[in-house]
Nanobody
Framework: QVQLLESGGGLVQAGGSLKLSCAAS????????MGWFRQAPGKEREFVAG????????YYADSVKGRFAISGDDAKNQVYLQMNSLKPEDTAVYYC?????????????????WGQGTQVTVSS
């Protein structure tokens, strides 16, 4: 049984940083795609960043490009999202996701597994 467990959310002031972690169990995802989505109140879920092939492939939404960095640790079966220069509009519940379907860095990510989400709140 695959499980994804996020951690690292919290409250931060605008301009600050947070690092989210996602620990996967039940399956390894070194080659497969793992990613981060977020959903703000009243908005659709947004694909924020993805990683595959042990980091050889990455994707970032335009809204976070240059501020967020996704990375993975195959040995620990974990993926991280380093978020810098945070803005109030980054406030959302952030979800870790994973797929076993081929994903090559496109903006569409067919998630098969989801974490429970972690709240990130950025105050102005």
């Amino acid at each position: 049984q695959v499980q994804l467990l996020e951690s690292g959310g919290g409250l931060v002031q605008a301009g600050g940083s947070l690092k989210l972690s996602c620990a996967a169990s039940g399956r390894t995802f070194g080659r497969d795609g793992m990613g981060w989505f977020r959903q703000a109140p009243g908005k659709e879920r947004e694909f924020v960043a993805g990683i595959a092939w042990s980091g050889a492939i990455t994707y970032y939404a335009d809204s976070v490009k240059g501020r967020f960095a996704i990375s993975g640790d195959d040995a620990k079966n974990q993926v991280y999202l380093q978020m810098n220069s945070l803005k109030p509009e980054d406030t959302a519940v952030y979800y870790c996701a994973a797929t076993t379907s081929p994903w090559l860095g496109r903006a569409q990510f067919e998630a098969e597994y989801w974490g429970q989400g972690t709240q990130v709140t950025v105050s102005s």
